[in-house]
């Protein structure tokens, strides 16, 4: 009728709800709405369908029973525990801090001209040397844990004085070589990324770069990293593979040219003197602006790190 027309319309429902009263002939009026604002739930339709055969009078219930089955809650289904009407949706504004990390990723996109380079390396060397010396390591700098960052790092800065395009920067129409090496670490919070910058990398030792990382991750975790300490670089490495990334195209950290992406190390078949062996293999990314690095430096850096890590003793 249109009176229940208008009822239903004047209460607020999803179509869901709309379906189900249309199915059973039910007007919304005679039904309590428990959602909120006064919104019909399914819950409501169906614990009203319960209740009504207790409700119908002998007289009216007795005939009907007779010529077709009753209208009980064998033709309904009752389960409550799938999709509902309320299809709940939250609007929350950016922080701060994820509004500047979407501004300058996207920026990273629209003006450079990325592209990502690939290799793997063989970490067995590196896993058998920080075997042998990790207990050593940790004692004789204070409790400092002998990890892969540390070599990664120094390996980067051996690499950057090697191509040093790949340590520049570009300024309008101008190169700017940077005779240092500050490379950003990214760090994991629960806001997103921050990468706070290693200064003079070149001149730290494992030791001292393993101790400035684990330092950024109490500082990140605590929220109490300063506008110094993430501001510039020449660098960035960043480690997916602490939380299973097997293969990444890492993005730039502009106005730097280049990042090295680290993945988690896995096991696989490689051909080593003619036989295939199983090595605990990860693979690396270099993503680099092509407008100032060529794909011939690219890959000869990133070559020159596998080269560095596969005999770490180089690097030491």
């Known amino acids: 009728s249109d009176a229940a027309g208008s009822a239903a319309e004047s209460i607020p429902m999803g179509p869901a709800v709309r379906a189900l009263l249309d199915e059973h002939g039910l ?14 739930l399914k819950e409501d339709v169906l614990s009203h369908l319960r209740q009504a055969p207790t409700q119908a009078s002998p007289e009216s219930s007795a005939p009907s029973s007779a010529a077709t089955p009753p209208a009980t809650t064998a033709t309904v289904d009752l389960n409550v ?4 009407s309320e299809r709940v949706e939250k609007r929350v504004p950016m922080t701060r801090m ?26 067995a060397p590196l896993m058998k040397l920080r ?19 540390g070599f990664f790092v120094k390996a980067a800065c051996e690499a950057l004085k090697r191509f040093p395009e790949v340590n520049a920067s570009i300024d309008g129409n101008d190169v700017v070589y940077h005779g240092y090496q500050d490379i950003g670490v990214a760090v994991s919070v629960d806001e997103g990324l921050v990468v706070p910058v290693l200064r003079d990398a070149d001149f730290m030792s494992i030791a001292d770069v393993e101790a400035a990382i684990a330092s950024f991750g109490g500082k990140a975790r605590d929220k109490k990293l300063t506008i110094e300490e993430m501001t510039g670089g020449t660098f960035t490495v960043s480690n997916g593979g602490v939380f299973g990334s097997l293969l990444s195209t890492p993005i730039l950290n ?17 051909a080593m003197e003619g036989e295939v062996v199983i090595q605990p293999m990860m693979y690396l990314a270099l993503s680099y602006d092509h407008r100032l690095v060529d794909g011939k430096t690219a890959v000869q850096f990133l070559v020159t790190i596998k080269g560095l890590i596969e005999d770490p ?4």
């Open 27 to 40: 007007s919304p009026d005679g039904i309590a709405a428990t959602g909120r604002g006064g919104r019909l």
């Open 81 to 84: 525990d799938g999709p509902t």
């Open 98 to 123: 994820r509004a500047r990390i979407a501004e300058r990723l996207l920026g990273a996109t629209q003006q450079t001209a990325m592209l990502t380079t690939f290799n793997e390396v063989n970490m």
């Open 131 to 149: 075997q042998q010396y990790r207990d050593e390591f940790e004692s004789v700098h204070n409790g400092t844990r002998l990890g892969f960052m």
């Open 254 to 270: 502009p106005p730097q040219t280049g990042i090295l992406g680290m993945h988690s190390i896995q096991e696989r078949p490689i």
């Open 313 to 316: 003793a180089r690097i030491l």
